[in-house]
């Protein structure tokens, strides 16, 4: 149990177009679900805590009209990237927070997005 | 702010050989500590915890202690497998950074490869 998908896996955009990253909790609720933004030999870095029914929580330094989120459901979360240019290219990893039992955060596989 | 320090990799281990990856962190408040691991396609997985001090996190062969008092949450293994060959994360999430009680801050992340 507490599976999480992210879709697409990998997706290749050319500059200006936008881009929909669908992150599913496909077993358990999650009314609380966070973005992630992996850059090579880098951490995790924290984009944004999405909530259902409610405006995402951006972190410092994160443009909310570039990222969207949009937190439609208990088992679904999207980003949009819009405009995208070449320095979007990176690994977006979402997680999501179960609503019941141990507070644990249950992660996605991550969606590799190359920016042309 | 809060910030997580780990040991950078790639580390390359022989089958049964220790492993010791460190993990030094900075917090303002009273931090949870974790141990993510990634293994080759798949998304983040939670090996072990620690929620306070001197707490001992284990599982599958691994461990980690919470010390406060040098602000390290170092992983060991006695024996490793060609199984254990997967990135590692160190994180923390901190009660009282002014934040959400559930937001996760990553250590870079170190590569272990362990060959037969």
């Known amino acids: 149990g507490a599976v999480v998908s992210q879709h697409p896996s990998r997706v290749i955009c050319k500059s200006g177009t936008s881009v929909k990253i669908e992150c599913r909790s496909l077993?358990?609720?999650?009314?609380?679900m966070f973005w992630y933004r992996q850059f090579p030999k880098k951490s995790l870095m924290l984009m944004a805590t999405?909530?259902?029914?409610?405006?995402?929580?951006?972190e410092q330094g994160v443009e909310k009209d570039k990222f969207l989120i949009n937190h439609a459901s208990l088992t679904l979360s999207t980003l949009t990237v819009t405009s995208a240019h070449p320095e979007d290219s990176s690994f977006y990893i979402c997680?999501?927070?179960?609503?019941?039992?141990?507070?644990?955060?249950?992660f996605g596989p991550g969606t590799r997005l190359t920016v042309l | 702010g809060d910030s997580v320090t780990q040991m950078e990799g790639p580390v390359t281990l022989s089958e049964e050989a220790f492993l010791t990856i460190n993990c030094t962190y900075t917090?303002?408040?009273?931090?949870?500590l974790f141990w993510y691991v990634q293994y080759p396609g798949e998304g983040l997985q939670l090996l072990l915890k620690?929620?306070?001090?001197?707490d001992k996190g284990s599982n599958k062969g691994f461990e980690a202690t919470y010390r406060k008092e040098t602000t390290s949450f170092h992983l060991e293994k006695g024996s490793v497998q060609v199984s254990d060959s997967a990135v590692y994360f160190c994180?923390?999430?901190?009660?009282?950074?002014?934040?959400?009680?559930?937001?996760?801050?990553f250590g870079k992340g170190t590569l272990l490869t362990v060959n037969p």
């Open positions: 620690a929620t306070k001090a001197d």
């Open positions: 917090a303002t408040g009273y931090p949870s």
């Open positions: 994180a923390l999430s901190d009660r009282n950074s002014g934040g959400s009680n559930y937001k996760l801050t």
């Open positions: 077993d358990f609720q999650a009314t609380t």
């Open positions: 997680s999501a927070l179960r609503d019941w039992g141990p507070n644990e955060q249950f």
């Open positions: 999405s909530n259902e029914g409610s405006k995402a929580t951006y």
